[in-house]
Nanobody, 127 residues
Framework: QVQLVESGGGLVQAGGSRRLSCAAS????????MGWFRQAPGKEREFVSAINWSGDSTYYADPVKGRFTISRDNAKNTVYLQMNSLKPEDTAVYYC????????????????????WGQGTQVTVSS
C-alpha cells in the first residue's frame, strides 16, 4: 500500500512558477512509475506528466511540454512537478498517482492504469 500526499499548490499569476511535491509512504516508491494528473471544474481528469522508476524517462502531455518538468528523488520518496510559464488554463486540482507495476518500462497516461492517488492540491493561475 502506498499513500501519496501532494503539496505546493496555491495562487500564482500568469507567467509565474510553482513547484508541486508528492511525498510517498512505503519502501516500494523507488520501484513505481509515477504520474501527475489534473482536473479542472467540469472537466475530466487529464494526464500531465509521468516518470519512470529511475527518473531517466519522462513523459509530458502536449499542453505542458516545454513548461513543466517532472523529477523524483527516491531517497526522499518524493516526486516533483516544476511548473513554469503558468497560464490560466493550467488552473486545476493536481493529483499525483502511482502505478504499482514494479519497474514498469512503458508509458502510461491513462488514469485507470494508476493504482494509488493523492488527495490533490489546488493550483490557481490568475490572469
Amino acid at each position: 500500500q502506498v499513500q501519496l500526499v501532494e503539496s505546493g499548490g496555491g495562487l500564482v499569476q500568469a507567467g509565474g512558477s510553482r513547484r508541486l511535491s508528492c511525498a510517498a509512504s512505503g519502501r516500494t516508491f523507488s520501484m513505481y512509475y509515477m504520474g501527475w494528473f489534473r482536473q479542472a471544474p467540469g472537466k475530466e481528469r487529464e494526464f500531465v506528466s509521468a516518470i519512470n522508476w529511475s527518473g531517466d524517462s519522462t513523459y509530458y502531455a502536449d499542453p505542458v511540454k516545454g513548461r513543466f518538468t517532472i523529477s523524483r528523488d527516491n531517497a526522499k520518496n518524493t516526486v516533483y512537478l516544476q511548473m513554469n510559464s503558468l497560464k490560466p488554463e493550467d488552473t486545476a486540482v493536481y493529483y499525483c498517482a502511482a502505478k504499482s507495476w514494479k519497474y514498469y518500462s512503458g508509458r502510461s497516461s491513462i488514469p485507470y492504469d494508476y493504482d494509488y492517488w493523492g488527495q490533490g492540491t489546488q493550483v490557481t493561475v490568475s490572469s
